[in-house]
């Protein structure tokens, strides 16, 4: 079996012999610097080090993995690409470890400047070097991981196409979590934390936690490649990434509170819709939603076609459908605590789901994302704002989730509402099929 | 080799093709016309499983399009009306890579890439980068790339669009050869003439739906008939009466000076028929087969469908 040819692709865009041999003279040149102007001391070559890889890997990196995709698109190659007999995997590891090679092999430099400054200098500063260079380099993949699988995702929604503005938007996403992750390798290596009832130093937790979500962001990515070359996927893998989410944040939240604290599971539970509801509207946001492929899940629907059903379900539903069950389970089980606050946030969230959905729902439904998020902003904060302003504090229960029985009352009338708008403008936009063409042509 | 069977693909509020049945033998080279907007590009797409349609089935030598997407890729070579290179790559890097990703093992790569390069005449550019070439020579490429691992069916939206008189001569050249070596090809383009060159069918498509299958020469696909014309000295009356008792003689149209009617039967049918019309006193000065101009037949079907509407 021969070479990734995605792979090879990338080596022969990416590592020619000149790059090769400068851009380790480059960073030679670099440390040398430091070395001479630090006064022969490595505590600088050290902290540049790992500086350039985090720099190389999470921002140009990610930069590269971005770019991996969307230049397919911008350069008209990207329908070659789906018509080719690479699998879903192979296209996705050869874009993700191709386009970044050259990346790696800068880091393998740094890395070594690295460790040599480690083995002869002083380092009392940095008290875990082995763990912080591994932060740093799982984190740089985790930011290229992110946004190879931003990039995929923004492709599949299709729409307008800006590539230098896509790029800089998807590198920063990964760059921003990749600098967040780092940012625990220089807090204290005794600080300690319990994730349920293990108990575990920050550093590593956090190590672990990037290693685990590289990894479902590589899963992610092969994923809506797989769409993207007409794999038939169904929603099941996403539906495990929501469990793990809500095992992971629940972990967190029981273990930073008192075992003896009232209301432990309670607020466990408000912790994991927290991070269930964020999921919930990125996917909702970012999930192309073609009234055509509506209609279809409705036939599957009606016909009790499973297979149809499980491939054409949306994200962003499976979460929803995941947060609906979870307060269920949690009013049944602790005897309807928080119920109001818990349903009234389910039903707004529902609220918002048919507004985005009227607005994409339009004959010209161009940038209707956009416009859903400036009406949700009004709805969820300058409204309840004004109000809260105008001494009417009462009024906020009409606009968010509170544990109260005026906010479900809100939430259900508001959510009908909606649903009624887009109800009418379903039926007379995409109620059935359209009518074939009658334009000359 | 392609069977399209009642397909449809709606686009949000556009029902982009209706209901569209067609097919296509295997070695022939389906001309694909139709106005703008009518539904050509789409229904290429839907027969390189790139898109998912609403209803309806496309079968590439006997596999479902949409239910083996990856399958169908295999068998078949696509080129998009606007299409893009690897242009920091060499000529045979992008071969290279387009040979490689449809499955061609590393050691029959250079073979394959050889032969690409000889039959779309671009051996002497091998080295050259893609983003330097001429429009044509790009276009060339891309062709190489689309044929490299020789696929059962090649489809080409607007493959002539922007290349020169000359360029778009020896594509027809290489169309032909390719069908010559049993590949199926269906060839979107509003240039008519070029496509007469080397079309032996001609899918007329209209508001997402077929008006016309036929062969360029008027044959009806699957049918063996085909229209021919006698001329005459002199007219003469019985000349449609003639025609009309003669067996496999039908749609029979006098003209001055002579007739033009359909002839089911082979040649020696013909030989046959000339003979009875000399032996009746005819008068024949000319009998041959009627190859009507693919541009007025185009524009005659469509005036018809759009009258008819």
Redesign the interface.
């Known amino acids: 079996m021969?070479?990734n040819?995605?792979f090879?692709?990338n080596i022969?865009?990416e590592m020619t012999l000149h790059r090769l041999i400068v851009a380790p003279l480059a960073l030679a040149a670099i440390f040398v610097l430091v070395y001479v102007a630090d006064k022969h001391r490595t505590d600088g070559v050290a902290y540049m080090a790992l500086t350039g890889i985090g720099l190389l890997g999470a921002l140009w990196g990610g930069r590269l993995a971005s770019d991996s995709v969307l230049s397919e698109i911008h350069?008209?190659?990207w329908?070659?690409?789906?018509?080719?007999?690479?699998?879903p995997w192979t296209l996705t590891w050869g874009k993700l470890f191709g386009s970044t090679l050259f990346v790696w092999y800068c880091a393998v430099f740094c890395a070594a400047a690295y460790g040599m400054a480690m083995l002869t200098g002083d380092f009392s500063k940095i008290k875990e070097p082995e763990m912080l260079l591994a932060l740093v380099l799982v984190s740089s993949f985790l930011a290229q991981a992110v946004a190879l699988f931003s990039s995929l995702v923004s492709v599949r929604k299709g729409g307008s196409f800006m590539l230098a503005q896509e790029k800089t938007a998807y590198t920063l996403l990964g760059a921003l979590t990749a600098f967040a992750v780092i940012s625990f390798g220089y807090a204290d290596v005794n600080w300690k934390m319990h994730w349920y009832s293990y108990e575990l130093r920050v550093i590593e937790f956090t190590f672990i936690s990037a290693v685990i979500f590289s990894a479902w962001a590589v899963i992610g990515s092969y994923r809506v490649m797989a769409e993207e070359?007409?794999?038939k996927n169904t929603f099941f893998v996403w539906f495990i990434f929501n469990l793990f989410i809500v095992v992971y944040v629940f972990g967190i939240a029981v273990g930073a509170m008192p075992l003896l604290e009232q209301d432990i599971i309670t607020k466990s539970f408000i912790a994991a819709f927290a991070v269930l509801g964020v999921i919930f509207y990125a996917a909702l946001f970012s999930e192309r939603k073609?009234?055509?492929a509506f209609?279809?899940m409705g036939k599957a629907l009606k016909a009790v076609d499973l297979d149809g059903l499980f491939t054409l379900v949306p994200c962003w539903m499976v979460t929803f459908c995941l947060i609906a069950a979870l307060v269920i389970v949690h009013s049944v089980v602790m005897g309807g605590e928080k119920a109001f606050l818990f349903f009234s946030g389910l039903f707004f969230a529902l609220r918002d789901t048919f507004i985005v959905l009227y607005l994409n729902f339009s004959?010209n439904?161009k940038r209707a994302d956009a416009a859903a998020v400036v009406y949700l902003l009004l709805i969820a904060f300058v409204l309840p704002l004004i109000l809260y302003t105008a001494g009417i504090e009462e009024a906020r229960a009409f606009f968010w989730a509170a544990d109260s029985p005026y906010a479900l009352a809100a939430g259900v009338l508001e959510a009908a509402a909606a649903f009624v708008l887009l109800k009418v403008r379903w039926r007379k936009?995409?109620g059935s099929?359209?009518?074939?063409?009658?334009?000359?042509? | 080799m392609i069977e399209v069977d009642s397909l449809s693909f709606e686009y949000p509020g556009v029902l982009a093709l209706d209901n569209v049945s067609l097919s296509i033998e295997k070695g022939s080279i389906a001309a694909l016309v139709g106005p703008n907007g009518a539904g050509k590009t789409t229904l290429l797409r839907c027969m390189a499983a790139l898109e998912h349609p609403i209803a309806g089935t496309v079968k590439i030598g006997g596999v479902d399009a949409h239910e083996d997407p990856r399958v169908c890729h295999k068998k078949i070579g696509y080129l998009r009306d606007i299409f893009g290179l690897y242009d920091d790559l060499s000529v045979e890097r992008c071969i290279t890579y387009a040979a490689a990703s449809h499955g061609i093992a590393d050691a029959a790569l250079p073979e394959a890439v050889k032969k690409a390069a000889a039959r779309l005449r671009i051996d002497n550019h091998l080295l050259a980068k893609a983003g330097v070439l001429s429009r044509g020579l790009r276009q060339r490429v891309a062709i190489a790339q689309a044929v490299v691992h020789e696929p059962a069916v090649l489809i080409l939206d607007e493959p002539a669009s922007g290349l020169d008189p000359e360029a778009r001569h020896t594509l027809s050249g290489l169309f032909l050869e390719l069908s010559g070596q049993g590949m199926t090809l269906i060839v979107s383009s509003h240039i008519l003439t070029e496509l007469e060159e080397y079309s032996t069918h001609m899918i007329i498509l209209d508001k997402g739906r077929v008006v016309s299958s036929s062969g360029v020469s008027g044959k009806a696909v699957g049918d063996e008939g085909a229209y021919f014309t006698v001329e005459l000295i002199a007219p003469h009356a019985a000349l449609e009466n003639f025609l009309l008792s003669v067996d496999g003689v039908s749609n029979v149209s006098v003209k001055p000076g002579g007739a033009v009617f359909m002839l089911r039967g082979d040649a020696s049918t013909q030989a046959e028929l000339l003979k009875r019309l000399v032996g009746q006193g005819f008068g024949v000065k000319g009998f041959y087969e009627t190859r009507e101009n693919m541009h007025e037949s185009y524009l005659k079907k469509i005036k018809e469908t759009r009258g008819g509407a």
């Open positions: 021969g070479l040819p995605e090879r692709r022969w865009r350069n008209k190659t329908d070659s690409q789906r018509m080719s007999a690479l699998s070359l007409q794999v073609n009234p055509v209609r279809s004959k439904p936009n995409y099929v359209a009518a074939p063409i009658e334009q000359e042509g």
